[in-house]
């Protein structure tokens, strides 16, 4: 890449009020998207998909909302062990109605040897989530492809989030993990500053490299010191 831009973080841990109310209005927006596409498209065979949409996303907020509950009654440390791909596709198939509309290419790399690593699982998905919805919001209707890799990497697992959209500069890549940085209209800019806490509460360590026309890249790194202990089942 041409004048790439690179920036190495190590995440610390933060509040995670503001992630959750965030998440229920990613769903909520999903809403919205369907019901642009029926009102201004309005046929008949055409409607029951939207409304099939609609639906999904009115259950996944309301799965959210119970989750929410389930952690403010004190089950906050739901930390499991837990399979990388099988988070990953949890992943993607939470943004498949965005990758639907958006009528973006899914291309999952990953490699056969799977890392099983405890993590706080609901966390960890709304985390990649904010990036995958990110990247799909980057690109261009029709034209996106999203890249998700998996793979061991010196002696610790490595995930790379990949799209070829619109990328950032190197001065707004300073700002992309923090709150209320957004240059989108309507945006919040708390995905991403929920989703740092999240990966150093997790003790993912992430690396972002962009290039403005061309695309951007998260490196996520997880831990080795996090697989699971002899005895411990996988969830
Ligand atoms: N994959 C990406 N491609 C291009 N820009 C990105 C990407 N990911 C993040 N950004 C930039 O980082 C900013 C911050 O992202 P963040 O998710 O925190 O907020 P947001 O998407 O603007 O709003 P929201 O809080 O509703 O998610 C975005 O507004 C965008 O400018
Ligand atoms: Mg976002």
Redesign the pocket.
């Known amino acids: 890449m041409n004048s790439l831009h690179r920036l190495l973080e190590t995440p610390v841990p933060g509040d995670f009020t503001a992630t959750l109310a ?1 998440e229920i ?2 769903p909520l ?1 999903t809403i919205n998207l369907s019901l642009e596409m029926i009102i201004s498209e309005a046929k008949e065979d055409d409607l029951k998909i939207y409304l099939d949409i609609i639906r999904r996303s009115t259950n996944r907020i309301n799965d959210l909302v119970n989750q929410i509950i389930k952690n403010h009654n004190g089950n906050e440390a739901q930390v499991a062990n837990q399979s990388i791909h099988h988070l990953l596709d949890e992943v993607v198939e939470m943004a498949q109605d965005r990758i639907l509309l958006k009528n973006v290419a899914v291309r999952k790399e990953y490699d056969p040897t799977d890392y099983i690593v405890a993590l706080n699982r609901l966390k960890m998905k709304i985390a990649l989530t ?2 995958v ?3 799909i ?2 690109m261009a209707p029709k034209r996106g492809e999203l890249k998700v890799v998996a793979m061991p990497f010196a002696g610790k697992y490595v995930v790379q989030i990949e ?1 070829n ?4 500069s190197e001065k ?1 890549l300073k ?3 923090q709150t209320d ?4 209209p ?10 740092y806490d999240i990966l150093a509460s997790n003790n993912v360590k992430v690396h972002v490299e ?1 290039q403005e026309g061309s ?2 890249l ?1 490196f996520l790194l997880f831990d080795k010191s996090y697989a699971p202990q002899p005895g411990n089942k996988p969830d």
């Open positions: 965030h209005l990613n927006s904010n990036i919805v990110n990247a919001e980057a799209d959209g619109c990328g950032i707004n700002k992309i993990f940085y957004t240059n989108k309507g945006g919040l800019g708390i995905g991403l500053a929920s989703t962009s695309g951007t998260f």
